[in-house]
């Protein structure tokens, strides 16, 4: 049965995804396309990702309201977008996915239920606790109504992200991906996103990302 | 490889669930046919000092019924609630496990009562995933999606794009979640938890029941696999983002409705032609009004919808999952499940909720489920005829 | 009542996020919500909580909340009629 696929994708799908863009936030630094672009001397992670919003002049107030993961979420994919100069493409899906979900928060809203009679449980901290609002924040910012999904690993699984990001281009479900590790734990973090597209690029192969991350 | 134009079919079958009305699919349909519910009030200080409406299994009837699996070693509440819910599918696909066959896992907070222990190795998913696929014998790397309420439908979705682009034969989905003091005290924070038993769609609904569960189903391939139980092919599967908050829905349903819209292009077929729709009915104001605003938009509003949360609760991660498989087992009878609670209307939009257990023949399920961070899936299930069976 | 509306500046910005911004900045009748300082449905249950812990007040229908939130000065103005704390 024929089939008209949701999107423009008759000619791109004959062609194969590869890493057309890539950030990095790891170690104090922050590179976008594998250049450097910031150092940070603040060695609490809190801290850090605050100096890398101004640094980058991010803009965005809700910033202030968010949990680690988010912050760090919003921090590389914000810096990778809005670094590229070019169009956003409103049917890019988002792929994400962590080891430790939003663990910070999740021990936050723990606590302030573990207080016995005092205990007051607070809205602003209990919306973080699901590690997929990270894809609600970037959608809601650069208004991406697309398919996005979020997944728990032991490790970066670039294997994964390759084959479920290309099962998303290659069936019509989106004309691009973008696609991430973003991992926060206390004062350990490591973010990569990087976006994939049919066009030229870096090869996605898992020899590459394991390269890149 | 142009893989739209050579789709090749994916099926679903064998579910099954286990639930406070039972640790299996036939018990939980009998005890639904029987007018029983599984929300139950409860009393629970540690909770909050009224007591409240919850759906909660009862943990020494789960560790007897464990216990006759015959597993070796310690196992957590929910991973004793999903190796049940599994078992049959590990029975029956035994040799399909070295068959590039893959597992994927449902689960908002997972193992979430191991974050207040010293020490909380089991809080993590990975963990939890990787220590129930060991156990039933799966040796690909276990993954896990944790994407709010969409979580249990949209893992289908994942397995059945997975097996389209040729990567696996074979997926074992298994969705759970715990009724636990993390998840009732944010809902109450929010104001969220209703006062009565939850009513999805009803004038008096005033928010959500919690509910616990774990849910089952084998995504195959090979239709020849799909002989000792139900089967359905998975024709059209979308999750799009509404962009708009992250806890509240968008008011149009933008999202939801983008989503049912492009599972049903991308098997070019009409609203008319689904049969029933198992929605995600939560029986909060907003997440009810907007799946009016989105069926509407779909021209969905005579088709019967049925919200199976008035009868397991809310269960989050499980949810998707665990309504899929009751959807599709009374579909498999030929009958419409009923969407409890429901008595006077109260949304703004004409919906046909189904109320009472309906007998109609059903080919074509949509299952729906939206979500905490905007998130929306849409799957359409065609019931496989007797001829191609 | 000027201490507690400066209690309120503070509490809100810290309980909120406020970050860049200092009590001089919210006017006692600035609107809080959508326009104003673009609170939202979240922050409004945040304000609930901070009104039952620290003043005692049990707000259990959040659509009293618009009215009562409207700005400092009706928080204030509530809150000296209805503590318990």
Redo the contacts between chains.
């Keep these: 049965?024929?089939?008209?696929?949701?999107f423009f994708?008759?000619n791109a799908?004959?062609m194969k995804n590869n890493i057309i863009h890539y950030c990095n936030i790891k170690n104090n630094e922050v590179y976008l396309d594998g250049k450097k672009l910031y150092t940070g001397a603040e060695e609490d992670f809190l801290s850090f990702i605050k100096g890398v919003y101004k640094s980058f002049g991010l803009d965005y107030p809700k910033f202030y309201k968010m949990d680690t993961l988010c912050k760090l979420a919003i921090a590389s994919s914000s810096i990778l977008l809005n670094g590229i100069n070019k169009e956003i493409d409103p049917n890019m899906a988002?792929l994400l996915s962590n080891?430790?979900?939003c663990?910070d928060v999740?021990?936050k809203?723990?606590e302030s239920?573990?207080q016995g009679e005092g205990?007051?449980?607070?809205?602003a901290n209990?919306?973080y606790?699901?590690?997929?609002?990270?894809?609600?924040?970037i959608?809601?910012k650069?208004?991406?109504?697309?398919?996005?999904?979020?997944?728990?690993?032991?490790g970066f699984?670039p294997e994964?992200l390759i084959?479920?990001g290309?099962?998303?281009t290659?069936?019509?479900?989106s004309s691009s991906v973008l696609c991430g590790w973003v991992e926060v734990i206390e004062n350990e973090y490591n973010a990569f996103m990087f976006i994939i597209k049919p066009e030229k690029g870096i090869e996605l192969t898992k020899e590459n990302l394991e390269k890149l991350i | 490889?142009?893989?739209?134009?050579n789709?090749i079919p994916v099926y679903v079958t064998n579910g099954n669930c286990v639930t406070p009305l039972g640790f299996n699919l036939v018990n939980n349909l009998q005890e639904i046919k029987n007018g029983q519910v599984a929300i139950d009030k409860i009393t629970d200080e540690s909770l909050q000092s009224e007591s409240f409406y919850g759906a909660v299994i009862d943990k020494i009837k789960l560790k007897i019924a464990f216990s006759k699996l015959n597993y070796k070693g310690e196992f957590s509440t929910l991973e004793m609630m999903m190796l049940l819910a599994v078992d049959e599918i590990v029975v029956t696909y035994k040799e399909q496990f070295i068959d590039k066959c893959g597992i994927i896992f449902s689960s908002?907070?997972g193992n979430?009562n191991a974050?207040?222990t010293e020490d909380n190795t089991a809080?993590?998913?990975?963990?939890l995933?990787?220590k129930v696929s060991t156990a039933i014998g799966i040796k690909t790397?276990p993954?896990?999606?944790?994407?709010?309420c969409v979580s249990g439908i949209?893992a289908i979705s994942?397995a059945k794009?997975?097996i389209?682009?040729g990567?696996y034969n074979h997926f074992v989905v298994i969705g759970g979640d715990l009724f636990s003091?993390?998840v009732f005290?944010?809902?109450?924070?929010?104001?969220a938890i209703s006062a009565q038993p939850c009513k999805p769609y009803d004038k008096t609904r005033d928010g959500i029941t919690l509910g616990e569960a774990s849910a089952a189903i084998f995504v195959t391939k090979n239709k020849a696999l799909t002989e000792s139980s139900f089967c359905y092919e998975i024709i059209g599967d979308?999750?799009?983002?509404?962009?708009?908050?992250?806890?509240?829905p968008s008011r149009t349903g933008?999202?939801l409705f983008?989503s049912v819209n492009?599972a049903m292009?991308?098997?070019?077929i009409e609203s008319s032609a689904i049969d029933c729709i198992s929605s995600h009915g939560t029986a909060t104001n907003f997440n009810d009004e907007m799946e009016a605003q989105a069926f509407n938009r779909a021209a969905l509003e005579n088709t019967p919808v049925f919200s199976l949360k008035a009868c397991f609760g809310h269960t989050l991660g499980a949810a998707g999952l665990l309504e899929t498989v009751i959807s599709l087992a009374f579909a498999d009878e030929n009958l419409i499940p009923p969407s409890l609670g429901y008595n006077e209307d109260g949304l703004t939009l004409p919906l046909n909720i189904n109320n009472e257990i309906q007998e109609k023949e059903v080919n074509i399920v949509l299952k729906t489920a939206s979500?905490?961070?905007?998130?929306n899936t849409a799957v359409l299930f065609k019931k496989c005829t007797t001829d191609e069976k | 009542m000027e201490e507690l509306k400066i209690e309120l500046k503070e509490k809100i910005i810290e309980a909120l996020n406020l970050e860049d911004m200092s009590i001089e900045d919210i006017k006692d009748t600035d609107v809080l919500f959508d326009e104003g300082l673009g609170l939202?449905?979240?922050d409004a249950?945040e304000l609930?909580?901070i009104l039952d812990k620290d003043y005692g007040i049990k707000l259990?229908d959040?659509k009293d909340g618009k009215k009562i939130f409207q700005s400092i000065e009706t928080m204030a103005q509530y809150i000296t009629d209805h503590r318990t704390k």
């Design positions: 049965m024929e089939v008209t696929p949701p994708l008759k799908l004959q988002i080891r430790s979900a663990i999740d021990i809203h723990q239920i573990s205990s007051y449980a607070s809205p209990f919306v606790t699901l590690p997929n609002i990270a894809l609600g924040e959608s809601i650069y208004k991406l109504r697309s398919e996005n999904s979020f997944f728990i690993f032991e699984n994964f084959e479920y290309n099962s998303l290659q069936l019509g479900k | 490889m142009n893989l739209l134009q789709k908002t907070k979430i974050l207040s809080y993590f998913l990975h963990h995933a990787k790397e993954i896990v999606l944790s994407n709010a949209m994942v794009r997975l389209q682009t990567v003091k993390f005290s944010g809902f109450q924070s929010f104001q979308s999750s799009i983002n509404d962009a708009n908050h992250i806890s509240g933008e999202g983008q492009n292009k991308e098997v070019n979500g905490f961070g905007g998130s | 939202d449905s979240i249950l609930i909580i259990t959040s």
